[in-house]
């Protein structure tokens, strides 16, 4: 991972990470036992990029603040609140292919799917404590204006580090035949996407993709063995 991305805490990116986990990746199937909820079209305000952005937020912060005992307990459930309000509104396939980049086009449709489940499972793992954490006192959603005819556009939001300063978190969205999508967040001006595909490029023209695909999911077998709190 970049210098820039290790050096922000974990708190800042816990803003970030259901987007993180969501956008470049399908995640794994879920676990039986999460309970059924309503669908987040319920809940997540679809007309605009902002308001999909504040909306999903608050709809995600309102289930942390309900539920957070429970998902401390049962990290599976979190995941599983993690796909049904934002995955539906983060453009999955475009940002997997930018961040294998050319990668991506070599790659068989298996093993980008291995390589998507595995690379979500790696980011639920490093940020799924700190989002269990994180308060909506910490985020601010920036008002924005966006022409009724554009395809592109970026959310801007804050979210307040725990000595106060502030960063900002920014969702580049576009427009699809599905409606409005994100498919990058942008860290104090880091691109998450171009910041992922440098760190998995330089890996794979080494290793080769498989390789990498392996080590993903190692990790993640070995997560899942250790980090079980049922």
Known sequence: MSPVFSRLRRTVLAAAALALASLTLQPAPLQAQAAPRAPAAAVVDTSGPTQLIESAANAMLGELDA?????????????????????????????????????????????RQRFIDGFYGSLMSNYGDALVEFTGDRIRVLPSTVAPDATSAVVRTEVKRSNGSKIPVNYSMRKADAGWKAWDVVIEGISYVKSFREDFGSEIDQKGLEAVIQRLEAQNRRGASTGSRG
């Open 67 to 111: 539920r957070r005992a429970e998902f401390r307990k049962d990290p599976a459930k979190l995941e599983a609140m993690v796909e049904r309000i934002l995955l539906p509104h983060f453009d999955v396939d475009h940002a997997a292919r930018l961040v294998l980049g050319k990668h991506w086009r070599t790659a068989t449709p298996a093993q």
